[in-house]
């Protein structure tokens, strides 16, 4: 396949990932607007513009190193091995770090809907973790 080619086809891949879960989401907006008041859906909105925000602080955007280091060492197991270990552990540290934190500031101002952001911020964090691993091998 030449290079032109995997270019467009990998584009039209991303194009269609992006496209589809902003569809998805405007489907989803009747259900949403259904069964929550206006100033639930705004505090919705609000605990996901946090977890957006604070996902790429914590993790310091590692998972996108993760990717171009383990497009570098593809068919080298050993390497992955290495790459794959350090980054889980350093997402576990700056996890437990910001949970940590989370509860150190809990304990002195209530948070309203923190415990359901960090925990967003969690899931959020692991997956795009493991997506870009998956990527990384070419399993996209």
């Given at each position: 396949m030449s290079?032109?080619?995997?270019?467009?086809?990998n584009t039209l891949i991303i194009a269609f990932g992006k496209l589809s879960t902003q569809f998805l989401t405007f489907l989803l907006l009747p259900l949403y607007t259904t069964y929550l008041a206006t100033s639930e859906f705004g505090t919705v909105d609000l605990v996901m513009t946090y977890v957006t925000l604070l996902a790429p602080i914590i993790?310091?955007?590692?998972e996108m190193g993760t990717f171009r280091f383990l497009i570098d060492v593809r068919g080298d197991e050993e390497r992955q091995k290495r790459i794959i270990s350090t980054v889980v552990r350093f997402t576990a540290c700056m996890l437990a770090l910001a949970t940590a934190v989370y509860l150190l500031v809990w304990s002195f101002v209530n948070i309203p809907y923190g415990?359901?952001?960090?925990?967003?911020?969690?899931?959020?964090?692991?997956?795009?973790?493991?997506?870009?691993?998956a990527r990384g091998f070419g399993d996209n």
């Open positions: 290079k032109q080619s995997s270019l467009v086809k993790t310091v955007s590692l415990l359901y952001a960090l925990g967003a911020t969690v899931a959020v964090i692991v997956s795009n973790m493991f997506l870009q691993i």
